[in-house]
C-alpha cells in the first residue's frame, strides 16, 4: 500500500469520525432540548425530583456544548490572527495551487 493511500485512507477515516462526534452532539443537544421543553411543566413535589434533576442534567449538557463552541471558535480565530501576522508565504489557511508552487502547466 502506498504512502498517499494510506494517508487518502486516514484523512477519511478521521473525516468520518469528526462527522459522527458532529452528529453525536448535534443529537444530544436537540433531545435535550426537547426533554426540557417537554418536561418544564410537570407536576413537581420539589424535593429528589428525578425530572428536575434530569432537566438541570440537560440544560447543562447544553452549556457545556455552547462553551466548547466558544472555545473552538476563539482559537480558530486566534490560529488565523496569528497566521496573518507572521506573514508567512505558505499559509496555514490559504491552499497552495500549482501556480503558487510554480509547477508549469502544459496542455
Known amino acids: 500500500m502506498s504512502f498517499e493511500k494510506r494517508n ?9 469520525l469528526a462527522v459522527f462526534l458532529i452528529v453525536i452532539f448535534l443529537v444530544n443537544t436537540i433531545l ?3 426533554y426540557t421543553s ?3 411543566n410537570h407536576h413537581c413535589n420539589h424535593e429528589n425530583c428525578p425530572i ?3 432537566i438541570l442534567i440537560c440544560e447543562k449538557s ?3 456544548l455552547c462553551a466548547f463552541l466558544a472555545v473552538v471558535i476563539v482559537v480558530y480565530l486566534f490560529a488565523i490572527l496569528v497566521d496573518l ?3 508567512k508565504e505558505k499559509s ?3 491552499r497552495m495551487t500549482l ?6 502547466l502544459n496542455d
Open 8 to 16: 487518502n485512507d486516514k484523512k477519511k477515516n478521521m473525516r468520518a
Open 32 to 34: 435535550s432540548l426537547l
Open 38 to 40: 417537554m418536561e418544564a
Open 52 to 54: 428536575c434533576e434530569t
Open 62 to 64: 447544553v452549556r457545556n
Open 85 to 87: 501576522i507572521s506573514g
Open 92 to 94: 496555514l489557511f490559504i
Open 99 to 104: 501556480v503558487k508552487q510554480g509547477i508549469r
